[in-house]
């Protein structure tokens, strides 16, 4: 429960445009593991998110599952190559704590995604909807930038060129999937 609240406070932090919101995930848990270690615990805890996000958006059956497992492998496949960006950009010992905040904060981002689709299958005006939705994936494009920013120390161009990649890797990932479906 430690790496859990340390990560929701980091992510709440950073979310709030606080760069200080990084130190939560400089710790250690009661066991002495590294509190970063446990990130992917916001993985875990995002399965159902993105269930109940396709079930707003209207997915079904078969293809919520697909979606859901997109979201999965393109979770896994951006840590991957985001290591291996930030080990090249000479950021490598930055890396776990930079993922650690990219992986709480995936699922603030993921918690207030559902929230805007929910808003929107709940009969509201499409336009408070539509609004809400935009608001928030460009907050959470933000957010992806400054974590990069604050997390690896990379200038803006570095930091936009972070956050293209996750994008990239997600459609890829998806277009795999579609090819394998």
Avoid: K
């Avoid at 979310?15 to 002495?32: E, F, K, Q, V």
Wanted: glycine content about 10%; aromatic content about 10%.
């Amino acid at each position: 429960m430690t790496a859990l609240a340390a990560g929701l406070q980091a992510a709440f932090w950073l979310a709030c445009g606080r760069p200080d919101g990084m130190r939560p995930l400089d710790g250690r848990n009661a066991g002495g593991e590294p509190v970063a270690a446990f990130s992917f615990l916001a993985l875990v805890v995002c399965i159902p998110l993105e269930f109940a996000q396709g079930w707003f958006g209207g997915t079904r059956g078969r293809g919520l599952a697909q979606d859901v497992m997109i979201a999965v492998v393109s979770w896994l496949a951006f840590a991957l190559v985001s290591h291996n960006v930030a080990v090249r950009a000479g950021r490598g010992a930055l890396w776990p704590r930079y993922i650690a905040a990219w992986n709480w904060c995936s699922l603030l981002q993921s918690g207030l995604i559902l929230v805007a689709l929910a808003t929107t299958a709940s009969g509201l005006p499409a336009l408070i909807g539509e609004t809400l939705m935009l608001v928030t994936v460009g907050w959470a494009l933000w957010l992806e930038y400054f974590v990069a920013r604050v997390g690896l120390g990379f200038n803006v161009v570095q930091a936009v060129a972070m956050v293209v990649l996750d994008y990239a890797v997600s459609q890829v990932v998806s277009l795999l999937m579609e090819q394998l479906h």
